[in-house]
């Protein structure tokens, strides 16, 4: 593994992390730093072999997972952009989004995440990998948790309603 990458990526990170989140009191940055981290991982991993037998079985599902997870991603991010209303960075929106992807699951963002490591994941399924899909699997869980409860006390009874209303990651299902 490339460990100047590893330690410029991970300082990236942090300083995302503490930017965009933890300096404006938004804790739920704490964990998306451990899903961060563990999914730059397992891509300098992985790198070697990204296109390495590319009609296998893991391979296919990886890719799947990938252009899910960008799609999710890019969706997700765009409806923050233009129904949210944010006030200065993206994460910071005026009004609560219930459109598009919102619709369906509270958390597209944190669902790219999931895809996306996963995705990565599948590209190499060694033990190592299994445990950084696992890692990056619970640190969005936590995310999620701790930003909801953030989005409470700034949207109130509507975010609980939209609770109701909506899944976590997996429209109809969790």
């Known amino acids: 593994m490339n460990y100047i990458a590893l330690v410029t990526g991970t ?28 999914i730059f991982i397992l891509v300098l991993m992985n790198l070697k072999i990204w296109f390495h037998n590319p009609f296998s079985f893991f391979q296919i599902i990886s890719w ?3 252009v899910l997870s960008a799609y999710m991603g890019i969706a997700g991010y765009l409806l923050l952009r233009k129904v949210g209303k ?30 996306l490591g996963t995705g990565v994941m599948f590209k190499d399924t060694g033990i190592i990998q299994l445990i950084l899909g696992a890692v990056n699997l619970i ?36």
Not at 12 to 31: A, D, M, T
Not at 161 to 169: C, Q, R
């Open 86 to 115: 944010p006030d200065k960075n993206f994460e910071n929106t005026s009004i609560l989004v219930k459109s598009g992807l919102y619709r369906y699951i509270r958390h597209p963002l944190y669902g790219s995440l999931l895809l």
């Open 64 to 66: 799947i997972l990938l």
């Open 11 to 38: 300082i990236v990170i942090i300083l995302f992390s503490w930017f965009y989140s933890i300096k404006h009191g938004r804790y739920h940055g704490i964990p998306r730093f451990f899903s961060f981290e563990s």
């Open 139 to 174: 640190a969005v869980f936590f995310t999620a948790r701790i930003e909801e409860k953030e989005m409470i006390s700034k949207f109130g009874e509507p975010y609980v309603d939209y609770m109701k209303e909506t899944k976590m990651f997996i429209p109809y299902i969790v």
